[in-house]
């Protein structure tokens, strides 16, 4: 499968200091948040190259209103050590981009809920009026965010590519086990080598 820049845009999921730094919410609940860094030096490397390329590069945040009144069950009976920690609170410290990332000035970052991208948000209607029907996505948790996302994108008719490498989870398996779903139904599996390639 050809990967051009054309009607590409680059997601970047959940590269947020709560999930990637040690004083983040998840390593104060006791997850492996160093599992989850091996992605930053991928994703660094991608939006480098979109933008040297002239393609779209867009944020998401995992955040939730405070009290997490829009949470729904994962942190309030799946997970409901997220509230205990304040977790991902809109408008903190915890909830932004991590600063090795940060989005410039006009680049679109999404906010959302749950762990699809499109859910709830205007993911799609920023697409549409791009044109874009193909997505490099890349980010965190490889297993949740990322994998729903790439679900979601694909059942679109949207073309998926996932690097590997620009990609972690907490678990090896479930990181291996979400890129062969995702290869295997969704789109395509691919290496930030590979994509960078196709884009200069």
């Given at each position: 499968m050809s990967l051009s820049g054309d009607a590409t845009a680059l997601l970047v999921v959940d590269m947020q200091n709560g999930f990637l730094d040690p004083a983040g919410s998840m390593a104060r609940m006791g997850m492996p948040h160093e599992s989850l860094?091996?992605?930053?030096?991928?994703?660094?490397?991608l939006v480098a190259g979109a933008r040297a390329a002239g393609i779209p590069v867009i944020f998401t945040r995992y955040?939730?209103?405070?009290?997490?009144?829009?949470?729904?069950?994962?942190?309030?009976?799946?997970?409901p050590q997220m509230r205990e920690v304040d977790a991902l609170v809109t408008g903190t410290w915890d909830a932004e981009i991590i600063p090795a990332l940060t989005p410039r000035s006009g680049e679109v970052v999404i906010d959302k809920s749950r762990p699809s991208s499109f859910y709830g948000t205007q993911?799609?209607?920023?697409?549409?009026?791009?044109?874009?029907?193909?997505?490099?996505?890349?980010?965190v948790t490889t297993n949740i965010c990322v994998e729903?996302?790439?679900?979601?994108?694909?059942q679109r008719d949207y073309r998926v590519h996932v690097p590997a490498d620009a990609c972690a989870e907490y678990d090896v398996a479930?990181?291996?086990h979400a890129l062969t779903t995702i290869g295997f139904t969704f789109g395509w599996v691919t290496s930030v080598e590979d994509v960078l390639a196709h884009w200069s």
């Open positions: 860094q091996p992605a930053i030096a991928g994703c660094e490397r955040v939730y209103l405070p009290g997490h009144l829009d949470g729904g069950l994962l942190p309030t009976e799946l997970l993911l799609e209607p920023v697409l549409t009026s791009q044109g874009i029907r193909q997505l490099v996505i890349a980010g729903t996302t790439a679900r979601d994108a694909g479930r990181h291996d």
